[in-house]
């Protein structure tokens, strides 16, 4: 999958820039007009940091170097790309068996999960962001296990997931 730039900075843009109004309102004492001002200053350079680290083919590159994982033996990749497991960002990985998540050094911590596929119960695409975004899969698993990920091409992920299951 294809970084872009467009769909990260909305999406992280947007809420950023609302939560800055309400900051800048209640902590800083700011008027309306002011609290705007600043408000899409620091969204547009949070989502611009958010679009170009989502769309810079050098950044995918080295997250995907330092997220290498050992496949089985006779095992392959479909398809991988960014996305989000809890709090965790990093590299999901679809193989002809299992779904891979391997966390990228960008994160204060790691975290590494994988789920074969025939064990995969249910999925249900999700908003986040108080249902605002539409960027989250839950995945249930046999065992009751669910996870949310999310990832700018969710409907890209569900459809590759759907034809594996």
């Known amino acids: 999958m294809n970084g872009s730039f467009i769909r990260p900075f909305v999406y992280s843009a947007a809420p950023f820039a609302g939560l800055m109004i309400v900051v800048e309102l209640l902590f800083a004492?700011?008027?309306?007009?002011?609290?705007?001002?600043?408000?899409?200053?620091?969204?547009?350079?949070?989502?611009?940091?958010?679009?170009?680290?989502?769309?810079?083919?050098?950044?995918?590159?080295?997250?995907?170097?330092?997220?290498?994982?050992?496949?089985?033996?006779?095992?392959?990749?479909?398809?991988?790309?960014?996305?989000?497991?809890?709090?965790?960002?990093?590299?999901?990985?679809?193989?002809?068996?299992?779904?891979?998540?391997?966390?990228?050094?960008?994160?204060?911590?790691?975290t590494d999960w994988v789920v074969a596929l025939p064990d995969i119960e249910s999925m249900d695409r999700m908003r986040t962001v108080g249902g605002l975004v539409p960027n989250g899969i839950r995945l249930t698993t046999a065992s009751g296990d669910e996870r949310l990920l999310t990832t700018w091409e969710r409907d890209e992920w569900y459809n590759v997931l759907q034809e594996r299951l």
């Open 29 to 110: 004492g700011a008027t309306l007009e002011v609290a705007i001002v600043r408000a899409a200053i620091f969204g547009a350079m949070f989502g611009g940091a958010m679009g170009a680290m989502n769309a810079s083919r050098w950044v995918r590159d080295w997250a995907r170097r330092k997220t290498d994982f050992s496949l089985e033996e006779g095992e392959s990749v479909h398809q991988s790309g960014f996305a989000n497991l809890g709090e965790h960002g990093g590299i999901l990985y679809v193989t002809d068996r299992h779904l891979r998540f391997t966390s990228h050094p960008f994160n204060y911590g790691t």
